[in-house]
């Protein structure tokens, strides 16, 4: 941890989730410098993208960002993560043979690609809509895709979750694809983020609910 110098971040937002979860369950403690994403009357715009120095560290004006003390600033929560797995190698989560770690990443961009991305989509054009739609293309029209696209996903590792021959996703113990599963339906099913996923729409998918519960409880 000696090269850390901080992690900027916006505690409790779902890419923030990643990172912390991660570095509290192999107990890593870094320094997080917490800033606001959300607009605020003196800065509607949102702390994240209010100064040039901010805006350096967090060019799409989104959290979470890795700083090292050498100056180097790494965002992306895969990039983040990847770090921390490679400069510390035991323990790391997402390692083993080399068909272990494939397919920990095979399920890893499963849930990011198909679960994880267009559940945020689908909130971005629902409640978050007014938040993004001065900064790139957002479209409350396009709630449905992303709400549709989100219940695809469920429904296509639902089945593939009942074949799977491990405790968690790719093996017997969690993995970075499992954390961002976590972090992927909390926020889903999170009422104050809005209308992605319902406690009672979620209890249509045993698997993935029975699976959440137990990395829930695992990440505790
Ligand atoms: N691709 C980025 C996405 C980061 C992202 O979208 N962060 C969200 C929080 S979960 C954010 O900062 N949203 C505020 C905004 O973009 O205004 C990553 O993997 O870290």
Partial sequence: MDSVACITTHLGLPNSVIVEKYL??????????QVSVLPTPEHPEGLVRASEDIRKKCPFGAIPALQLKDGTVVTETSAIVAFFESAHPQGALDGGSSVEQALKKMWHDRIDLSLFQPMLDAFRCSNGVDMFKNRFPCHAAAFETFKGR?????????????????KFTAAETICTADIRLYAGLEFGLNKAFGPVLTEEEFSAFPNMKALYDLIAAELR
């Avoid at 469920?154 to 593939?160: F, P, R, S, W």
């Fill in 24 to 33: 509290s369950f192999r107990k890593m403690e870094v320094l997080y410098d």
């Fill in 150 to 166: 989100v219940f695809y996903a469920l429904g296509k590792l639902e089945g593939l979750l009942a074949e799977r021959k491990t």
